[in-house]
């Protein structure tokens, strides 16, 4: 019994983190059907690699083989060509970083402006009139308030 002719691509590595399988991008070119234009395809393929030797960037050879697992069905032949992916320090300007400060203050209302009502965040003081929060009280009071300035008014 003959085996019939294994597909073989040629791929770079692009991941190396599992046990003895590399994740390998074929990158092909395709001429578009109707407009001509060539377009670039690519593709992931799982491929085993037996040695586990293969790094990220390296430049490898993949044949098609038996399933292995769910979606590898890849092996790795050789490895044609070992490259390095550059690794990029970025230093960020130190007016860029953000310093973990305690929070500003808030800005206090200016003293020309007064206003009746206090603001409707604020729930620190208890209300004495009933209602939803931020709605006037009434000018009466509540109805078992009773203040020493109001009695000698009436």
Do not use: N
């Amino acid at each position: 019994m003959t085996r019939g002719k294994r597909q073989e691509m040629r791929g770079t590595v692009v991941g190396d983190r599992m046990t003895r399988t590399v994740v390998v991008q074929v990158e092909t070119l395709k001429k578009h059907a109707r407009y001509g234009k060539f377009v670039r395809r690519r593709k992931k393929y799982l491929a085993h690699d037996e040695k586990d030797e293969c790094r990220t960037g390296d430049l490898v050879r993949i044949v098609e083989t038996r399933p292995l697992s769910r979606r590898k069905r890849w092996r790795v032949v050789e490895i044609i060509e070992r490259r390095e992916i550059p690794t990029v320090e970025i230093a960020e300007p130190e007016e860029l970083v953000m310093k973990k400060t305690a929070p500003a203050p808030r800005a206090e209302r200016p003293t020309g402006e007064t206003s009746e009502q206090p603001p409707a965040s604020s729930s620190a003081e208890p209300r004495t009139a009933g209602g939803p929060p931020g709605a006037p009280e009434t000018a009466h009071g509540a109805a078992g308030d009773t203040d020493d300035s109001e009695a000698d008014k009436a």
